[in-house]
């Protein structure tokens, strides 16, 4: 029983689960709570933390909302006793959960149960295997179900990660232009069917040329991150901050009428200008002011909440904030 035992836990990987896996693997064994114990599903689970003996739905799927959630969820329906329409509603509220959609389930049947075999596969399971098959080869396909999970894991991770970097400006770590558009096309429609205000302000850093020409461009991207930083610190977690050109931002506020998105303009633009920036110990801290244009919706000419009508008002204002001197708000 304990060569067994051994010899499942190493197939399985997790003897060496830094060689195997790169963290171990994670298995939720789900039996009826008279089932008697089998040897090969207390190795599978042995050490592995989670093991529920319930076939509670609710109990089940709540452990699957812990993190860590199961990379596999070993269902024992070999009992022949027991009644297998409450294993085929657990099965298939595994895969349509949310929280327990990306786990794998292999199901362990009584043997010589065909139909019962193809059933749960119809319903979501990944592998189903008959109950008088060699424990070495249930390791081996529950073993070879993780390993498939964890691609999957990565590959979800990938493309996850692509988005991001395709939306993210690499110097500051604000949206981009790309994020920008979608984000007040959405924001601009629940404004219209909530009747509800929106403002959109552009930031332009004044005379960052001279900085540029007069310290370096380093000097320049460093002012650059510092000054995210500081709009992004200092608006609300529904506000957007958005580095859309060189040295221009846009920040896009729901809910916020004229008057309060004048004073947050105003607000942040002392804030830019209320504390010099380090560009390095070879230069003097060096003083930054911005000119600030703000728009809101419903804008001047239309009812309708357009987000370009909005940029366009908002860009026609920074202008303004320009002409008038900069380090100033015009609206
Ligand atoms: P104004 O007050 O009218 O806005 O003048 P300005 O000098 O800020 O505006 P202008 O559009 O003439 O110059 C913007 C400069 O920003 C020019 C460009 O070289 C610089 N710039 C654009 N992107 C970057 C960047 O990523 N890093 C650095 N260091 N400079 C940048
Ligand atoms: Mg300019
Ligand atoms: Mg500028
Ligand atoms: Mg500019």
Redesign the pocket.
């Given at each position: 029983e304990l060569q067994l035992r051994d010899g499942t836990r190493s197939a399985l990987g997790f003897e060496e689960p830094a060689t195997t896996f790169e963290t171990a693997a994670n298995v939720a064994l789900l039996s009826a709570a008279g089932a008697p114990d089998s040897v090969l599903l207390a190795s599978l689970t042995h050490g592995l933390g989670h093991i529920i003996r319930s076939l509670d739905p609710d109990k089940v799927l709540r452990m699957g909302r812990l993190p860590p959630t199961p990379d596999l969820f070993v269902v024992d329906a070999s009992d022949p006793d027991f009644l297998e329409t409450r294993f085929f509603g657990l099965v298939s509220d595994l895969r349509a959960r949310a929280e327990t959609r990306q786990s794998t389930q292999l199901i362990i049947v009584p043997k010589d149960a065909d139909e019962m075999a193809a059933m749960f596969l119809d319903l979501g399971a990944d592998d189903v295997i008959p109950a008088d098959v060699s424990t070495t080869e249930i390791a081996l396909r529950a073993k070879s179900l993780i390993k498939r999970k964890r691609l999957h894991d990565r590959l979800r991770d990938t493309v996850r990660d692509g988005l991001q970097a395709a939306v993210t400006d690499p110097?500051t770590g604000l949206f981009n232009r790309r994020y920008v558009d979608p984000h007040l096309a959405s924001m601009a429609h629940q404004a219209q069917i909530s009747g509800d205000v929106m403002a959109v302000m552009m930031v332009?850093?004044?005379?960052?040329?001279?900085?540029?020409d007069t310290y370096?461009?380093?000097?320049?991207?460093?002012?650059?991150k510092q000054l995210s930083k500081r709009l992004q610190g200092n608006v609300r977690a529904v506000d957007l901050v958005a580095r859309v050109?060189?040295?221009?931002f846009l920040i896009a506020l729901p809910g916020t009428t004229a008057a309060q998105a004048q004073s947050t303009a105003n607000r942040l633009r002392q804030l830019v200008n209320s504390a010099p920036f380090d560009i390095g110990e070879a230069h003097p801290k060096l003083s930054v002011t911005v000119?600030v244009g703000v728009a809101v919706s419903p804008t001047k000419t239309k009812q309708e909440c357009r987000p370009s009508a909005i940029c366009k008002e908002a860009d026609a204002a920074l202008y303004v904030a320009?002409s008038a001197g900069?380090n100033q708000v015009a609206m």
């Amino acid at each position: 029983e304990l060569q067994l035992r051994d010899g499942t836990r190493s197939a399985l990987g997790f003897e060496e689960p830094a060689t195997t896996f790169e963290t171990a693997a994670n298995v939720a064994l789900l039996s009826a709570a008279g089932a008697p114990d089998s040897v090969l599903l207390a190795s599978l689970t042995h050490g592995l933390g989670h093991i529920i003996r319930s076939l509670d739905p609710d109990k089940v799927l709540r452990m699957g909302r812990l993190p860590p959630t199961p990379d596999l969820f070993v269902v024992d329906a070999s009992d022949p006793d027991f009644l297998e329409t409450r294993f085929f509603g657990l099965v298939s509220d595994l895969r349509a959960r949310a929280e327990t959609r990306q786990s794998t389930q292999l199901i362990i049947v009584p043997k010589d149960a065909d139909e019962m075999a193809a059933m749960f596969l119809d319903l979501g399971a990944d592998d189903v295997i008959p109950a008088d098959v060699s424990t070495t080869e249930i390791a081996l396909r529950a073993k070879s179900l993780i390993k498939r999970k964890r691609l999957h894991d990565r590959l979800r991770d990938t493309v996850r990660d692509g988005l991001q970097a395709a939306v993210t400006d690499p110097l500051t770590g604000l949206f981009n232009r790309r994020y920008v558009d979608p984000h007040l096309a959405s924001m601009a429609h629940q404004a219209q069917i909530s009747g509800d205000v929106m403002a959109v302000m552009m930031v332009d850093i004044d005379h960052f040329k001279m900085i540029n020409d007069t310290y370096g461009h380093a000097a320049g991207d460093s002012v650059l991150k510092q000054l995210s930083k500081r709009l992004q610190g200092n608006v609300r977690a529904v506000d957007l901050v958005a580095r859309v050109g060189g040295e221009e931002f846009l920040i896009a506020l729901p809910g916020t009428t004229a008057a309060q998105a004048q004073s947050t303009a105003n607000r942040l633009r002392q804030l830019v200008n209320s504390a010099p920036f380090d560009i390095g110990e070879a230069h003097p801290k060096l003083s930054v002011t911005v000119s600030v244009g703000v728009a809101v919706s419903p804008t001047k000419t239309k009812q309708e909440c357009r987000p370009s009508a909005i940029c366009k008002e908002a860009d026609a204002a920074l202008y303004v904030a320009k002409s008038a001197g900069r380090n100033q708000v015009a609206m």
